[in-house]
C-alpha cells in the first residue's frame, strides 16, 4: 500500500449512492473528534479523494457548546486549538468553516446542498451522542444522494478492525492490537497544499480569526457555560504545541515504566488533553516511541500500553456497550457484589456539594480534588483513589458514578472522553478488572486506602503539590523546554507542509 493512501480497511461507507460521484462539487471533511491538520487519516482520505477528482477540498466544524457538560475550561481549551488549526489549513489553502448548531446535521446537510457537495468524509468517536450525529446526516446524505464515509483517525488500529465485540479486558485486546500493530502503525504522510478551490461564486464562509476568538467572548455563546471552571494556563492549546511536546517527550520517556504512578514525581506526558481533543495523534507518538533506538525498552513497552493498549480498550467498550456511563454498564460480577452490598453502613456519606469542595475527612482526597478544580488535570494513580473513595462515601454505587462522572467531566480537561467513562467504570463496577477480597461497601471490588498510599509515596509532598496550581506551573516550563528544544528538530518540522515550514520561517 503506498505510504499515501488510507487503508480501505480504517473507513466505512455509511452511504453509498447508486450514481457514483458525478457532481463537480467539493469533498467535505466533516472535523469532529480529530482538530488537527497533520497526522489525520480523515483529512488525508478526504484530500485524496478531492485530489484524485481534481475538486476543491472543505473543512467543517460544528463547536457543541458545553458538549456533555463542559464549561469554559473546556470550551477555551478547544478554541485555542481552532485558533491553531484554522491558521494551519488556510495555509494549505483549504477553507475551513466553524458553526454552532444544535442541529448539525441538518445544517451540514444543507451547506452539501449549497456547495454542490456529494462527497463527506467524517471521523470516529464512540460515544452515543456523536454516533447519533452521525447517524442523523446519514439519513440527510441518503436523501441527498451523498456518498459519506467514517474513518477511524483516533484509534492505531481501527476499532471494528481490532474486534467485533466488546473485549474483556487488556488481556484479551492486547493481542488483537499487537497481531494488527505492524499493518496500521505506519509512517503518516503530510498533506498537500491543496491545487482546487471554489469559485467565487459558492457561498462557504471560511472563518477569520476574530470570528474565532469571538467565540470566547460571545455572550449567547460564553452565557451557555459554566464560568466558575475557569480556563487553564499551564497547558497551550492546539496541534503546533501539543506535537512538540509529544516528540520531546517520547524521545526520552524518563524512567516511565518505574515512575509513572508516582504522583510526586511529575514523569507523565500530560498528552491525554492533546489526545481527547484531537490535537494529536496517538498513532504518531506511538509509532515515534516504538521506532526511537534511544528509549529504554521497558519504558517504552510501558508507554505503548498505557497510549495504545488501554486507550484503545477504551474505545472499544464505549462503541459496543452503550451502557459505558451506566451501572449496566459494569460487568455482571461487579452490578451483582456492588448490589450484595449497596446497604452496607458507610462510615462516612458526603454530598455532591461537600465533594466538589474538597469537604472531607481525608486530606490526601481533599487536595486531588483541589487539583482538579483548580488545574484541570489529576495524576492518574490519583484518579483512581479519587473515584474509589467516591464508592465509599455515597449512598449507593449509582450515586457514585453519577458524582464521579459529573467532578470528572466538568473539571477535568480531558473528561467527556471513552478513558474517563471507562476508568470510572473500572474504579466503581470493576469494569476490565477482576474480583479481589470481599469488603464492606466495596464487596469484590478492588480497594484502594489512605495507608496504601501512604506505603507507595510521600503523600505530604502530594498534598503540597497538589493542593495548589505551582507544581502544574512548572510543568508547563518544563513542557515549554521540551517544545523549544524538539523545535530544533527534525521530527517536529518533517511533519509540516512545504507551506507552513516557510511560514514558520523554514
Known amino acids: 500500500m503506498p505510504q499515501s493512501s488510507v487503508s480501505p480497511d480504517r473507513i466505512r461507507v455509511l452511504n453509498q449512492p447508486a450514481t457514483g460521484l458525478t457532481s463537480p462539487g467539493p469533498v467535505i471533511y466533516w472535523m469532529s473528534r480529530e482538530i488537527r491538520s497533520r497526522d489525520n487519516w480523515a483529512l488525508i482520505h478526504a484530500q485524496n479523494v478531492a485530489l484524485r477528482s481534481k475538486r476543491p477540498l472543505l473543512v467543517v466544524y460544528n463547536l457543541a457548546v458545553g458538549y456533555l ?3 469554559l475550561r ?12 484554522a491558521a494551519n489549513l488556510s495555509q494549505l489553502n483549504i477553507p475551513f468553516a466553524i458553526e454552532t448548531s444544535p442541529k448539525f446535521p441538518a445544517l451540514l446537510a444543507d451547506i452539501t446542498e449549497r456547495v454542490g457537495c456529494k462527497y463527506v468524509v467524517t471521523d470516529f468517536t464512540p460515544l452515543r451522542l456523536n454516533k ?7 439519513k440527510h446524505a441518503k436523501r441527498l444522494d451523498i456518498r459519506f464515509e467514517l474513518v477511524d483517525a483516533h484509534n492505531v488500529v481501527p476499532c471494528w478492525v481490532t474486534s467485533d465485540k466488546m473485549e474483556r479486558a487488556a488481556v484479551t485486546i492486547r493481542p488483537k492490537l499487537w497481531h494488527h500493530f505492524d499493518e496500521f502503525c505506519t509512517k503518516y504522510p503530510r498533506l498537500k497544499r491543496h491545487a482546487y478551490t471554489i469559485s467565487d461564486d459558492v457561498h462557504f464562509h471560511t472563518v477569520t480569526t476574530s470570528e474565532i476568538e469571538a467565540l470566547l467572548t460571545n455572550d449567547e455563546i460564553v452565557g451557555k457555560l459554566d464560568k466558575a471552571v475557569e480556563p487553564i494556563d499551564w497547558l497551550t492549546p492546539g496541534e503546533d504545541a501539543g506535537l512538540q511536546l509529544a516528540l520531546g517527550y517520547v524521545k526520552n520517556l524518563p524512567n516511565y515504566s518505574t515512575q509513572r504512578n508516582n504522583p510526586t514525581n511529575p514523569i507523565q506526558s500530560d498528552l491525554s488533553p492533546y489526545f481527547h481533543y484531537g490535537f494529536v495523534s496517538p498513532q504518531r507518538v506511538i509509532y515515534d516511541a516504538y521506532n526511537s533506538t534511544d528509549i529504554n525498552e521497558e519504558d517504552r513497552d510501558e508507554f505503548i500500553e498505557q497510549c495504545m493498549i488501554r486507550r484503545e480498550l477504551a474505545d472499544n467498550f464505549c462503541y459496543y456497550n452503550d451502557n459505558y456511563d451506566k451501572f449496566e454498564g459494569f460487568p455482571d460480577w461487579g452490578q451483582h457484589t456492588l448490589r450484595e452490598h449497596a446497604k452496607d453502613d458507610r462510615e462516612y456519606l458526603y454530598s455532591l456539594e461537600q465533594l466538589e469542595n474538597a469537604d472531607t475527612h481525608d486530606r490526601l482526597w481533599n487536595a486531588t480534588q483541589r487539583q482538579m478544580v483548580e ?6 494513580y490519583m484518579r483512581m483513589y479519587w473515584c474509589k473513595k467516591i464508592l465509599e462515601w455515597t449512598k449507593s454505587p449509582e450515586e457514585a458514578l453519577e458524582f464521579s462522572i459529573y467532578l470528572n467531566d466538568k473539571y477535568e480537561l480531558d473528561g467527556r472522553d471513552p478513558n474517563g467513562y471507562v476508568g470510572i467504570a ?6 476490565h478488572d477482576r474480583p479481589f477480597g470481599e469488603r464492606n461497601v466495596y464487596g469484590v471490588i478492588r480497594y484502594m486506602s489512605y495507608n496504601g498510599c501512604r506505603g507507595k509515596f510521600d503523600i505530604n509532598k502530594y498534598m503540597k503539590m497538589a493542593g495548589s496550581v505551582e507544581g502544574h506551573r512548572a510543568g508547563k516550563m518544563w513542557a515549554a523546554a521540551i517544545q523549544q528544544s524538539v523545535g530544533e528538530q527534525e521530527g517536529f518540522w518533517e511533519s509540516l507542509s512545504e507551506e507552513e515550514r516557510r511560514l514558520k520561517g523554514r
Do not use: M, P
Not at 74 to 85: D, I, M, R, S
Not at 132 to 138: G, L, S, Y
Not at 375 to 380: F, N, P, R, S, V
Open 375 to 380: 488545574t484541570g488535570k489529576i495524576h492518574g
Open 132 to 138: 447519533e450525529w452521525v447517524a442523523a446526516f446519514t
Open 74 to 85: 473546556q470550551h477555551a481549551f478547544k478554541v485555542g486549538g481552532l485558533k491553531v488549526v
Open 69 to 71: 457538560g463542559g464549561g
Open 426 to 431: 473500572w474504579c466503581i463496577g470493576g469494569r
